[in-house]
């Protein structure tokens, strides 16, 4: 008799029995945890002190995930999530908590992960400096969206990646970004679809800047005149510089408000240091896509630095010049370095453009052996502002450095608190932690650390 291969079930991932847990705490991510037959439990959407039913959807040896099925005591700070498409899109995660909670949620954590993977003194209420907080809902100035196009009814969506997948959730609004972007995007759409080339798009980049609104529409080939002509008349009855980016990154631009001038170098700006330095970039550079928390937490980044004139100031993975640029204004010698050589190209232009001589930009890989780059070297202060891996093999040069101070800003609990351990092996002490809610609605976490060398 034939035998068939008949592969077996895997436990892991099967749905267990309806269970009635309690919810303690959140994890660093916002996820309830709760406790089951000696595993903790991680339960999406759920809030600490609710009892909540739910079942397993996967087991591990020492935890499991659950899946929400329903609160049965909820607490007072459940609130109704505000956007529609909060259950599917992957965008936020804390929409269904109060936004003063979740700035107290993410206080605590940040705390917690500092005292516990920094090895650090106890983190009191005399470090902790008052949360930087602002506007708790459309306060993204630039977002990116997915496309994708549906072979059955050759529609176009438009929208952002779903939860743990990269199924598309398409979106009408979205309550987190700029009014004027959330706005933008029905109407996009609804052009896009009116394509011949739509089977030709990419992502669309949407951003508002000082000096208007931007759109960036990515194509994998060139578009037909008609569409070209079909996206400009879009692009003028709303308003927008519109551009197209190839494979290679070049940029063509089909309308701008701005000029009358194809071939003008049209770019996105901010304003900084009290609206005397404009920050300049390019598609694809990175920014904060918060503006007003971006500008307090430079002008708290420089209030902690207090820069003098004639120090030397190093600010490390500067991008296009975010902080350097507000150092140099305070007549400081400030050096930037950054390892995208066209971020460094840009912070050159945008010093140049500013008229600010006393800031100087380096390219360089500061993951990689430092010891033969011109600018390392006995410095005044430092600034840190890595990526979420951290600048952990920058700080392996603290000797060569020898600052009086460091404001580290982090965008990763974890790395900033490992990183931490090395400071403070190196003779420094933290004087002041702080929190950036850089991100509503989002269990991200923003901080800004201060750390003296001590005496």
Same mark, same amino acid.
């Given at each position: 008799m034939a035998q068939f291969f008949k592969e077996?079930?895997?436990?892991?991932?099967?749905?267990?029995?309806?269970?009635?847990?309690?919810?303690?705490?959140?994890?660093?991510?916002?996820?309830?945890?709760?406790?089951?037959?000696?595993?903790?439990?991680?339960?999406?959407?759920?809030?600490?002190?609710?009892?909540?039913?739910?079942?397993?959807?996967?087991?591990?040896?020492?935890?499991?995930?659950?899946?929400?099925?329903?609160?049965?005591?909820?607490?007072?700070?459940r609130v109704l999530p505000t956007c529609p498409h909060y259950s599917q899109c992957g965008g936020c995660d804390l929409q269904h908590m109060d936004t003063q909670a979740q700035r107290e949620y993410k206080q605590t954590a940040l705390v917690d992960l500092m005292s516990k993977l920094s090895s650090s003194e106890k983190i009191g209420a005399d470090k902790m400096a008052k949360p930087l907080v602002?506007?708790?809902?459309?306060? @993204?100035?630039?977002?990116?969206?997915?496309?994708?196009?549906?072979? @059955?009814t050759q529609r176009?969506?438009?929208?952002? @990646?779903?939860?743990?997948?990269? /199924?598309?959730?398409?979106?009408?609004?979205?309550?987190?970004l700029a009014t004027s972007l959330s706005e933008l995007i029905t109407p996009l759409a609804?052009?896009?679809?009116?394509?011949?080339?739509?089977?030709?798009?990419?992502h669309v980049e949407l951003t508002q800047?000082? /000096?208007?609104?931007?759109?960036?529409?990515?194509?994998?080939?060139?578009?037909?005149?008609?569409?070209?002509?079909?996206? $400009?008349?879009?692009?003028?009855?709303?308003?927008?510089?519109?551009?197209?980016?190839?494979?290679?990154?070049?940029?063509?631009?089909?309308?701008?408000?701005?000029? $009358?001038?194809?071939d003008a170098a049209l770019l996105p700006f901010y304003p900084l240091a009290n609206n005397t330095v404009n920050c300049y970039f390019s598609p694809g550079n990175f920014v904060q896509v918060n503006g007003e928390m971006n500008q307090a937490m430079v002008d708290q980044a420089i209030d902690w630095l207090s820069p003098q004139s004639g120090e030397r100031?190093?600010?490390?993975?500067?991008?296009?010049?975010?902080?350097?640029l507000p150092l140099a204004k305070k007549a400081a010698d400030v050096i930037g370095v950054e390892g995208v050589p066209d971020m460094v190209e840009q912070a050159r232009q945008n010093a140049c453009d500013n008229q600010l001589s006393n800031v100087?930009?380096?390219?360089?890989?500061?993951s990689a052996d430092l010891s033969d780059q011109a600018w390392l070297g006995k410095i005044d202060k430092l600034l840190l502002d890595p990526a979420r891996a951290g600048a952990y093999e920058s700080l392996q040069w603290l000797?060569?450095?020898?600052?009086?101070?460091?404001?580290?800003?982090?965008?990763?609990?974890?790395?900033?608190? @490992?990183? $931490?351990?090395?400071?403070?092996? /190196?003779?420094?002490?933290i004087a002041q932690v702080g929190l950036v809610d850089m991100f509503p609605q989002t269990h991200h976490i923003e901080a800004m650390v201060l750390f003296e060398l001590a005496k």
């Open positions: 077996k079930p895997n436990k892991s991932k099967q749905l267990s029995a309806k269970l009635t847990l309690d919810v303690t705490q959140l994890d660093h991510l916002g996820a309830g945890i709760a406790q089951h037959q000696g595993k903790i439990v991680f339960i999406a959407g759920a809030l600490p002190g609710e009892r909540a039913t739910v079942q397993l959807i996967e087991q591990k040896k020492s935890y499991a995930k659950a899946k929400l099925i329903h609160i049965a005591s909820p607490v007072k700070s602002g506007e708790g809902w459309h306060y @993204r100035r630039r977002a990116r969206l997915a496309t994708l196009l549906d072979k @059955r176009l969506q438009l929208g952002f @990646r779903a939860a743990n997948s990269s /199924n598309i959730v398409e979106i009408n609004q979205c309550p987190v609804a052009n896009l679809n009116q394509l011949k080339a739509k089977a030709s798009l990419g800047a000082e /000096n208007g609104h931007f759109v960036v529409l990515r194509v994998t080939k060139s578009l037909p005149n008609s569409d070209v002509k079909w996206l $400009s008349g879009f692009a003028q009855k709303h308003q927008l510089t519109l551009l197209l980016q190839d494979d290679a990154g070049e940029l063509t631009q089909l309308y701008s408000p701005l000029s $009358s001038d194809k100031i190093l600010d490390l993975f500067c991008g296009v010049g975010n902080f350097s100087t930009f380096y390219h360089a890989d500061l000797h060569k450095m020898q600052p009086k101070k460091v404001v580290y800003v982090s965008c990763n609990p974890a790395s900033l608190a @490992r990183d $931490s351990s090395v400071l403070l092996d /190196n003779g420094y002490r």
